[in-house]
C-alpha cells in the first residue's frame, strides 16, 4: 500500500488550490478587461509580457530566497502581497479609473509575488513527502492546480467579467486571503540547510552551475522553454481570434471561458495517467507521446473556426503537458538535493518560463502581419521539433541520474 501523504500536504493542497483558482480567475479576466480599452494585438501582447517578464528577470533571486529562508514563510508573503496589489487594482475599478496602463502595473507586481510563490511551492514539496511518493504528491497537487487554474478560473473568470470589473478583480483578492489563512495552519520548519554566509549572488551561481554540469536537466529546461515560447505566442492572441461578434469564433466572454476548459479537463486526467503511462511505457517514450500532443493542441485553430474541434485539440494537449509536467518535475525533485531545489527549479525556470514574454512579443506580432491561422501554424511545428531533444532524454539517462544520487 501507498505510504499516506500526511496532514501538512493535504494543507499545502488545499492552499494551492485557492491560490491556483485565484490565478485562474485574474489571468482570463485582465486580458478580457484589457479588449475594452483597446483592439490591438500588440498592446493585449504586451499584458501578458508584463504578467511572466518576471520570471524572466527576477526568477534566479526567488530561487535563492527560496533556499535561504522558510519556503512556507516566503509562500505566505507572496500571497499577501498578491491579494494587495489586485486589492487596489479593484479599488480602481470600483471608481471607474481603470486604463491599460494600470492593468500593466498590477500584471508586473502581481509577476513578481508569483515567482517567488511557485518557486517555493515547488520546492517545498520533498520536505512534505517522501521522495517515493512524489509522482503521487505531484500528480494530485497537479490535479489541484490545473481544475483550479484552467478548469474553474477562466469560466468564473469570464461569467464575472461579464457581470462586473470590480467583482472578476475582487473574488481572487478573496482567494489568497483564504489561501494564506490555510497555510498558517501547515506547522513545521520549511527552511533548508543553507549557511548564509554566501552572497545571493554565489548563491545563484551555484543554482546556475548544477543546471548547466547536469545534461539531461539542461536539456529539458530548453524543450520547455520552447515549447513555452510556441504555446504563449499561441495563447496570447487567441483571445482576439475567438471573443468579439467580429472575431473568427464569435465567442462570447463566458463562451472564451469554457472554450479554455477543454485543456484543463484534459490536465486533471493526464495528472492521475501520468503515473500509469509511466509504469507501462516508461518516461522517454511517454514524454515523446506528449509532444504530439502538443502539436495537436497548438496547431489545431490554424485549420477551423469551429469551437468543438479546437476544444478538442486542447483536451489532448491538457492531457499530455499535465503528464509531461508530472513526470518532469518528479524527476527533478528526485535527483536535485534539498538545499539546492529553489536555485534549480529558479535557474530551470529561467529557462523554461523566460521565453514566455518572448513568445508573447511574437506571437503578437506574427498575428498582426501573417494573421492568426499562420501563427497558429507555425507554433504548432515548433511544439513538434522537441521530438529531437528525446535524443538526449532517455530512460537509461534518467536512471542513470536517480541512481547517481543514491549512491
Known amino acids: 500500500m501507498p505510504s499516506p501523504l500526511g496532514a501538512a500536504y493535504w494543507k499545502l493542497w488545499t492552499s494551492s488550490a485557492l491560490s491556483n483558482l485565484a490565478d485562474g480567475v485574474m489571468k482570463v479576466a485582465l486580458p478580457l478587461v484589457a479588449i475594452r480599452f483597446t483592439d490591438s494585438p ?3 501582447a504586451g499584458l501578458t509580457l508584463a504578467f511572466t517578464l518576471p520570471w524572466l528577470l527576477f526568477s534566479l533571486t526567488a530561487g535563492a530566497l527560496a533556499d535561504r529562508f522558510d519556503r512556507r514563510r516566503l509562500m505566505l508573503i507572496a ?3 498578491r491579494a494587495a496589489f489586485l486589492g487596489i487594482l479593484t479599488v480602481a475599478a470600483l471608481f471607474g479609473i481603470g486604463s491599460i496602463w494600470v492593468l500593466y ?6 509577476g513578481v509575488a508569483e515567482t517567488i510563490y511557485d518557486t517555493s511551492a515547488q520546492s517545498i514539496l520533498p520536505q512534505v513527502v517522501g521522495r517515493d511518493a512524489l509522482s503521487r504528491a505531484n500528480g494530485r497537487l497537479n490535479v489541484a492546480e490545473l481544475t483550479a487554474n484552467q478548469f474553474i478560473g477562466p469560466p468564473l473568470g469570464g461569467f464575472l467579467v461579464a457581470a462586473s470589473v470590480a467583482v472578476a478583480f475582487g473574488l481572487p483578492v478573496i482567494l489568497w486571503v483564504l489561501a494564506v489563512g490555510i497555510l498558517l495552519l501547515m506547522r513545521g520548519d520549511f527552511s533548508t540547510d543553507h549557511p548564509r554566509t554566501t552572497t545571493i549572488r554565489t548563491d ?7 543546471l548547466w554540469d547536469n545534461t539531461l536537466l539542461r536539456v529539458l529546461a530548453i524543450m520547455v522553454g520552447v515549447f513555452n515560447f510556441a504555446g504563449n505566442a499561441t495563447f496570447t492572441v487567441l483571445v482576439l481570434y475567438a471573443v468579439g461578434p467580429s472575431s473568427a469564433m464569435g465567442l462570447t466572454d463566458p463562451g472564451y471561458g469554457l472554450l479554455l476548459t477543454a485543456s484543463a479537463a484534459g490536465s486533471v486526467l493526464g ?11 516508461g518516461r522517454a517514450r511517454t514524454l515523446s507521446i506528449t509532444i504530439l500532443g502538443s502539436f495537436i493542441s497548438l496547431s489545431t485553430p490554424a485549420f477551423t473556426t469551429n469551437p468543438y474541434v479546437i476544444a478538442a485539440g486542447f483536451f489532448i494537449g491538457g492531457v499530455t503537458v499535465s503528464t509531461w509536467n508530472v513526470i518532469t518535475v518528479s524527476l527533478r525533485q528526485r535527483i536535485t538535493p534539498i538545499r539546492l531545489l529553489g536555485r534549480l527549479n529558479s535557474a530551470y525556470r529561467l529557462v523554461a518560463w523566460g521565453t514566455i514574454p518572448l513568445g508573447a512579443i511574437v506571437g503578437g506580432v506574427l498575428a498582426q502581419f501573417l494573421g492568426f491561422p499562420a501563427t497558429f501554424l507555425i507554433m504548432g511545428v515548433l511544439a513538434l521539433g522537441l521530438l529531437v531533444g528525446m535524443i538526449w532524454v532517455t530512460d537509461k539517462h534518467m536512471a542513470d541520474a536517480e541512481h547517481k544520487v543514491l549512491a
Open 79 to 81: 500571497n499577501s502581497a
Open 271 to 281: 495528472s492521475f495517467l501520468a503515473e500509469r503511462l509511466e509504469q507501462r511505457f
Open 105 to 110: 502595473v498590477a500584471a508586473i507586481c502581481v
Open 42 to 44: 500588440t498592446l493585449i
Open 204 to 210: 545563484i551561481a551555484e543554482g546556475l552551475r548544477f
